[in-house]
């Protein structure tokens, strides 16, 4: 057996494969038999998955048992006194922490080390000791268990202004996590004397609540304020936040009357409470509705931020339901009564377009025209300029004047939508493209920078968590494009394909996109978990560069990452989503945490994707589909299938899909023709596909 795990442990503990706990066990079993040279960081490997799964004390026998090799000793010592502490050793476990912290380790270990270092003291009954440690921690980093120890700390060493501070800044930051409920629990009832919460924290509660989706707890956190005297804005407020909670409960007549009375009070109140019934109409159906609530926003509030938001959302509405002059109308005036407004540049484009589906091509060259003055680094520049040459050719202009027009799109935005877009237009001219790149990303192997050791040590040890902090820390002391570029492709040597691309996007950018090297392209365009991937396509018929263009959007490689809808992993599966891909797959159903493996998220991404373009039979559907729903793709199909594909993706009427298609559909041809067979990219269809009623509807 050489040194180190195996490649099919490491890659089973990077997977999350249920077997990796099993294989690292076995690996350490051979190795003792053999009396091999690794057996401590073997041993270290073990006992981390032993305690994932629940298991402290055998963990606690694994790490007492072999000691790490030297530059993981600091580690070793951490998950030995995370063993202790989880097998009612809190004192050992204190002795364990206290080791890490005099070896001098990392700051991301020595952070977490002095957080369990205090909270080891307070359970082993160390109350003073505890709060000096967890005074300097929590000042660090003030997450919500920090804070909470610190409080018990803090009250047990005798400082109740400490406690009481800290558990009311847990209670209003952090109201639906338990630490929070028991925050508010020791406040209002075990005190001495209860604490008292007045308009202010109580409403602040209320609206964390009401984000949280909390809504009937968000009520009764305001239920608590009646009795109390309130003056007029006050009274206002608290009815706004009701009529907020009351619409999520679908009890409107509840809600009206709330609101009837949020509109006594401040103009700014007032305001807000008009914008919460038209931004509820414009999620409706009922665009003339909308519509006319919008523009009464903004007659009502031209000074407030809701008639800016609702001369915008009226010039809008009229642009998706059809009404092209008097969307033209509509924007114009939004122009000269907004000048300052942070939607102007939008508003400007969207006058453009309305032009445009009027025909009235001149016009809309005018108005994108006026847009480049105003906004000349605007990142809806290649926007703009593929419409005023698609604009010219729609008016019949010859190939000489179109060539060179096209030609710049591509050339100033080569990675862009409108360079793909643009690239159509040329070949369907019958001229030749110039090459968006002029070389594919280039792979380096780069002398491995210093600081990259101990992740390097970490990652053969299959510590990939420990060593993603390690890569993290020291990204963010990069400074320059010199410094990143060895670093991204270390990086990318490592696997740690999130993190070269987020050093890309910091530093590399100019390199990548305007001097089109190929080495900093190699960072935005990885072929991140080659092996998952191409199985996975393979097994259900997807392309595979459709699957790394999904990734590239949805979590920029990251495997880790949740979004606030629950979304998670690499591809963004959502757990009720994945449940269903189970059951089409006849298997057990995960739980949410499964979805951040690298490869079940993977292969629940391609499924899905493949049955996308299995009914939808175009990326640019598919990819809408897998970003707002097969229903919402359907209908806009429906609708709007008629037009040409550039128009039909600028109607999209989310926001967030429109940008989200533009890059997807990008990223699949720049993959292809990075990475293809040599034939290039597939021909993009130019004209929108009728999906088919039976397929995926989840």
């Not at 009464?296 to 339901?321: I, M, N, R, T, V």
């Not at 453009?352 to 006026?370: C, F, M, P, Q, V």
């Not at 799109?409 to 862009?416: D, L, N």
Request: aromatic share 8%; hydrophobic share 45%.
């Amino acid at each position: 057996m050489s040194l180190g795990q195996s490649p099919t442990a490491l890659d089973a503990v990077r997977l999350h494969k249920p077997d990796a706990a099993a294989l690292a066990r076995a690996e350490l079993t051979a190795c003792v038999a053999k009396k091999c040279e690794d057996t401590g960081r073997l041993a270290l490997l073990a006992a981390t998955l032993t305690l994932s799964d629940g298991q402290a004390a055998e963990a606690r026998e694994l790490l007492a048992a072999w000691p790490a090799p030297p530059l993981l000793a600091p580690y070793h010592a951490f998950y030995l006194g995370q063993a202790r502490f989880y097998a009612d050793d809190a004192a050992g476990a204190a002795k364990d922490f206290e080791r890490v912290l005099a070896s001098n380790p990392p700051a991301v270990l020595a952070s977490r080390a002095r957080a369990r270092l205090g909270e080891s003291l307070l359970k082993a009954g160390k109350a003073k000791d505890a709060a000096k440690v967890l005074e300097a921690a929590a000042n660090a980093s003030p997450t919500v268990e920090l804070l909470y120890q610190r409080a018990q700390a803090r009250g047990a060493s005798g400082n109740a202004t400490g406690q009481r501070a800290d558990l009311m800044t847990v209670a209003l930051r952090f109201p639906t996590h338990p630490y929070g409920e028991e925050a508010m629990a020791w406040l209002t009832k075990t005190s001495t004397p209860p604490v008292k919460l007045g308009f202010t924290e109580r409403t602040t509660r209320a609206d964390r609540l009401l984000d949280a989706g909390a809504t009937q707890r968000a009520l009764d956190e305001l239920a608590a304020l009646d009795g109390v005297k309130l003056d007029k804005a006050q009274a206002a407020r608290v009815a706004l936040l009701r009529a907020r909670a009351y619409f999520a409960l679908g009890q409107s007549a509840e809600a009206d009357k709330a609101l009837a009375l949020a509109r006594k009070g401040p103009a700014a109140t007032a305001a807000q409470a008009d914008l919460l019934v038209a931004r509820r109409a414009l999620r409706s159906d009922n665009n003339d509705k909308a519509r006319a609530l919008m523009a009464a926003l903004d007659q009502k509030y031209p000074s407030q931020a809701a008639g800016d938001e609702g001369a915008f959302f009226a010039g809008w509405l009229d642009l998706q339901s059809g009404r092209f002059a008097d969307a033209v109308k509509a924007f114009s005036s939004f122009e000269s009564r907004y000048p300052k407004s942070r939607r102007r540049d939008e508003g400007m484009w969207f006058r453009a377009l309305a032009h445009l589906r009027l025909e009235e091509y001149a016009k809309a060259r005018d108005a994108l025209e006026s847009f480049l003055a105003a906004y000349p680094k605007s990142n809806m520049g290649p926007q703009a300029r593929y419409w005023m040459a698609r604009s010219r050719e729609l008016e019949g202009a010859r190939q000489d004047t179109l060539g060179p027009a096209y030609t710049a799109v591509i050339t100033s935005a080569p990675a862009s939508f409108y360079a793909l877009m643009a690239n159509e237009r040329l070949k369907s001219l019958g001229l030749k493209p110039p090459a968006h790149f002029p070389q594919p990303p280039k792979l380096l192997k780069p002398t491995r920078p210093p600081e990259l050791e101990l992740a390097v040590e970490l990652t053969r040890a299959g510590l990939f968590r420990d060593a993603a902090d390690e890569v993290e820390a020291h990204a963010g002391r990069l400074r320059s494009a010199d410094q990143a570029l060895p670093f991204a492709h270390a990086l990318l040597g490592l696997g740690e394909y999130g993190h070269a691309y987020a050093v890309a996007a910091r530093h590399l950018w100019g390199r990548a996109f305007g001097a089109r090297e190929p080495d900093a392209l190699a960072a935005f365009y990885p072929r991140a978990f080659a092996t998952a991937v191409e199985g996975a396509a393979t097994q259900h018929q997807v392309d595979p560069h459709l699957v790394w263009a999904i990734m590239r959007r949805e979590s920029a490689f990251r495997p880790e990452v949740m979004s606030v809808a629950d979304a998670r992993g690499l591809m963004q599966i959502i757990p009720k989503t994945a449940n269903a891909i189970a059951e089409k797959l006849a298997e057990p159903v995960p739980a949410p945490a499964d979805l951040f493996s690298p490869e079940r998220n993977i292969r629940y991404g391609a499924w899905y994707l493949s049955r996308l373009m299995e009914r939808f039979g175009h990326p640019v559907l598919a990819a809408a589909a897998y970003n707002a729903g097969p229903s919402s793709a359907a209908k806009w199909a429906q609708e709007r299938g008629s037009l040409p594909l550039d128009l039909f993706v600028e109607t999209i009427p989310f926001r967030e899909t429109r940008g989200y298609v533009k890059q997807v559909v990008a990223d699949l041809f720049l993959y292809h023709a990075f990475y293809g067979d040599g034939a290039g990219a597939p021909q993009l269809q130019l004209v929108v596909p009728a999906p088919t009623k039976e397929g995926v509807s989840f």
